[in-house]
């Protein structure tokens, strides 16, 4: 057994059985804490004796952070018992920390380093409410003074401020404005002169009630001129690079919520009886929990592919990991919105045993805006699209088997070497033609040829696209255009991974990918559909076999506490 898999058992070992009431880290834990805004006591102190942040320190640090997809894959461990404590806890720390792995000097990446291996947090101070996600608009200032820097400004609305110990900003460097006119800094919080700022009161949310959301304003702050992350100038640059990581690692570690909420989901209905049958067994019910099993498994499919892909495939990350955020998002809001049908009065409980169900509905909510809006993965992705369509989709090779199996090994990660725009390249979506070369079970291959039809549908229209159409203020009908294509990412994923799955394993069954493939063609038409009839009943199966073994219902299946 690999290192990573002994630490994830280690990690579910630690937190214990979320069922368990008497658990410190357990779900009643997690709601009673959630009703205080806070996180339990009882899991951040588990977390820290497990040294989680150490695992978004890279291993050439000192630290345990190797693979990315293994990371996301860790981390859901937490995410499934408490989203705040999985992001306020731990994960806000890897947003600021990808920025210095990216473009810091070697004195700040092991500055870095040491503080999260001593368990202390990093803040990313990047966003100012007035400008959304607009953060090339930032008006923070960092201003030449006396040979230091002087910083002034506002930033809102942002994780742990007011308990870190380093903070990235992301500040205007230059007045003049245009592309390089952002730098960004690394700054240790004892460092700065406590007359020249002040913490602003924390933000009261609805979701992720346990998360620390502040803000900081300061006046005339000096700084050294070392604190500068890269050149002058290349902010916006380190970003693009930065969290492709983080825009397809926080979207993967939230289908843990799903998962919960399907669990729980399942619990609620194998117990009750109505209409003198188990509830279970009613047939709007059954769809739903296949339809909801179907998006989990999708879900971690194109976020696993695109995880690996930092490390094959580092020219296309710009476009794979707004896509990632964008259908994630999607997927799981409109799954949630599913099972709390089903949960019925019972998803209003704020006590009880299924208590939790209503806190993953909220807190889920956040992955469709927070660290970027759907929309704005939409605009990041536009203006690529006719490059590709030239020069992609139809003659590129097809990408490597690593992209998708499960136990390939993985280049090392270059942050610094990923690509700001792909230039054309995207081997994920030209593997969708290549399947069809294979021998593929007849009830396969139709579901297959329709999004092959949809990929040469989009490089047709989008081909012919002009300046004008790639601007903020696209049509409908164009932005719907990057929308069909992270589900054609999305089903070349699906159909990668049911390909070099392991023989004997649920994920090399077609049934899952009928499923998936069946619930892709409907996002494009404006719903999904529900899976076919004629594989329904191999999903719940498989879903009710999974509840009784305590394993995870997603791609590994592995062994939850």
């Given at each position: 057994m690999s290192d990573v898999h002994t630490r994830m058992e280690a990690l579910e070992e630690r937190l214990g059985d979320p069922f368990d009431p008497d658990n410190p880290a357990g779900f009643a834990a997690v709601v009673a804490a959630d009703e205080r805004e806070e996180v339990p006591a009882g899991g951040a102190r588990a977390l820290d004796e497990f040294g989680i942040l150490s695992e978004f320190v890279p291993e050439t640090l000192g630290g345990r952070f190797e693979r990315v997809?293994?990371?996301?894959?860790?981390?859901?461990?937490?995410?499934?018992?408490?989203?705040?404590?999985?992001?306020?806890?731990?994960?806000?720390?890897?947003?600021?920390?990808?920025?210095?792995?990216?473009s810091g000097s070697p004195d700040q990446r092991r500055d870095a380093a040491e503080l999260l291996l001593a368990g202390r947090k990093i803040s990313c101070a990047f966003h100012e409410?007035?400008?959304?996600?607009?953060?090339?608009?930032?008006?923070?200032?960092?201003?030449?003074a006396h040979g230091r820097l002087s910083l002034s400004g506002r930033k809102e609305s942002i994780t742990n401020l007011d308990r870190a110990h380093g903070v990235v900003f992301l500040v205007r460097s230059d007045p003049a404005g245009g592309p390089r006119s952002c730098s960004q800094l690394f700054v240790p919080v004892a460092d700065l002169d406590p007359d020249r700022f002040r913490f602003l009161p924390r933000f009261r949310s609805v979701g992720m009630r346990g998360v620390r959301l502040g803000?900081?304003?300061?006046?005339?702050?000096?700084?050294?001129?070392?604190?500068?992350?890269?050149?002058?100038?290349?902010?916006?640059?380190?970003?693009?690079?930065?969290?492709?990581?983080?825009?397809?690692?926080?979207?993967?570690?939230?289908?843990?919520?799903?998962?919960?909420s399907l669990r729980v989901t399942l619990h609620h209905v194998r117990r009750r009886r109505l209409y003198g049958r188990d509830v279970a067994a009613i047939p709007m019910v059954?769809?739903?929990?296949?339809?909801?099993?179907?998006?989990?498994?999708?879900?971690?499919?194109?976020?696993t592919v695109a995880a690996r892909s930092l490390h094959v495939l580092p020219e296309s990350g710009s476009v794979y990991a707004p896509a990632v955020k964008y259908l994630l998002a999607g997927v799981l809001l409109d799954a949630m919105e599913q099972l709390s049908l089903v949960m019925g009065a019972e998803f209003y409980r704020r006590d009880g045993e299924h208590a939790v169900f209503q806190k993953m509905a909220r807190d889920i909510k956040p992955v469709g805006f927070g660290?970027?809006?759907?929309?704005?993965?939409?605009?990041?992705?536009?203006?690529?699209?006719?490059?590709?369509a030239r020069r992609a989709w139809s003659g590129a090779a097809p990408a490597p088997a690593a992209l998708f199996a499960p136990d390939a090994a993985l280049p090392p990660l270059d942050l610094a070497g990923l690509r700001v725009v792909a230039g054309g390249r995207d081997g994920l979506a030209q593997s969708l033609n290549a399947a069809l070369d294979d021998d593929v079970p007849e009830r396969l291959r139709p579901l297959i040829e329709t999004h092959v039809r949809r990929l040469a549908s989009l490089a047709e229209?989008?081909?012919?696209?002009?300046?004008r159409d790639l601007s903020i203020a696209a049509s409908v009908e164009?932005?719907?255009?990057?929308?069909?294509?992270?589900?054609?990412?999305?089903?070349?994923?699906?159909?990668?991974?049911?390909r070099h799955a392991p023989a004997g394993d649920f994920l090399a069954r077609p049934e899952w990918l009928v499923a998936a493939l069946t619930r892709l063609t409907g996002i494009d038409a404006g719903r999904p559909e529900d899976v076919p009839s004629e594989v329904e009943g191999a999903l719940v199966e498989e879903l009710l076999d999974r509840d009784d073994r305590t394993v995870g219902f997603g791609l590994s299946a592995r062994r939850y506490r």
């Open positions: 997809d293994h990371l996301v894959e860790l981390m859901r461990s937490v995410y499934r018992r408490d989203p705040s404590l999985g992001l306020g806890h731990c994960s806000s720390s890897l947003l600021g920390a990808v920025n210095v792995w990216t409410l007035a400008h959304g996600n607009d953060i090339g608009s930032v008006e923070f200032a960092a201003t030449p803000g900081i304003e300061m006046r005339d702050c000096p700084v050294d001129e070392e604190a500068l992350l890269g050149a002058p100038g290349t902010g916006l640059e380190t970003v693009a690079r930065a969290f492709q990581l983080t825009r397809v690692a926080m979207p993967g570690m939230s289908t843990a919520l799903l998962d919960t059954r769809t739903t929990l296949a339809n909801a099993f179907a998006d989990q498994l999708l879900c971690e499919a194109f976020a660290h970027i809006a759907r929309a704005a993965c939409l605009s990041a992705m536009l203006p690529q699209l006719p490059t590709l229209a989008c081909a012919g696209l002009g300046p164009v932005r719907e255009l990057a929308a069909r294509y992270t589900t054609v990412l999305a089903a070349a994923a699906c159909v990668g991974v049911w």
